[in-house]
């Protein structure tokens, strides 16, 4: 599953890997639309690989929720994760835009270590969910909140799940993979971009290829 960060310029629920890559994006002018052009492209080549927008709620409403939908469906989006989306509010938010456009994607929210899962049993597949309240690479795997609130979400659903923020080494990709079905790998994918200029396809591509031979 690849999933396409919308860069913003407040964003507060990121660690500063993905700031700093929100702000070299914005002063090259990526917008939402650019980023679904971009998902629009990879779909092209494969059919087969999820496709997952990452983005704050202001640029969606920027756009407009029944114009974002329409593109997004055409694009072949298959999710969106929207860090500040409102727990109580996707339903009303997002229905009627998306019956409209007949638009077959998931809107997330991911639960935080600190989330009062009780109140909030509303999950789509493959849910995100922080490993740490705050984001910490050398720890996130090793840390216990991880497990607890993958074992707590699993008292709504059945469905796969996937933990993130911190993973960083193949020994911690491994690590989640004992009790989630996926990791998420975007910052240290984004910091490897970061410190290769000009390497950075052959260097991601290698980055993958260590975590997959740790393999769960």
Known sequence: MIELGVPFSDPLADGPVIQRASERALKHGTSLQNVLTLAAEIREHSQSVG???FSYLNPIL???LAKFCQVARLAGIDGVLITDLPSKKPPNICAKPARTTSQPFSWLRPPAPTSALSKSPRFRPALSTPSRA???PARAANDGDA???VKRVRR???LPIAV???ISTPEQFQAIGKFAEAAVVGSAIVHAIEQN???EAATVA???RQLLASSF
Request: proline share 4%; aromatic share 12%; hydrophobic share 40%.
């Open 51 to 53: 496709l997952v927008i």
């Open 62 to 64: 920027r756009m407009g």
């Open 134 to 136: 705050q984001e910490s």
């Open 147 to 149: 497990q607890s609130l």
């Open 156 to 158: 709504f659903t059945k």
């Open 164 to 166: 993130g923020f911190g």
């Open 197 to 199: 200029p000009g390497r």
């Open 206 to 208: 290698e980055f993958v």
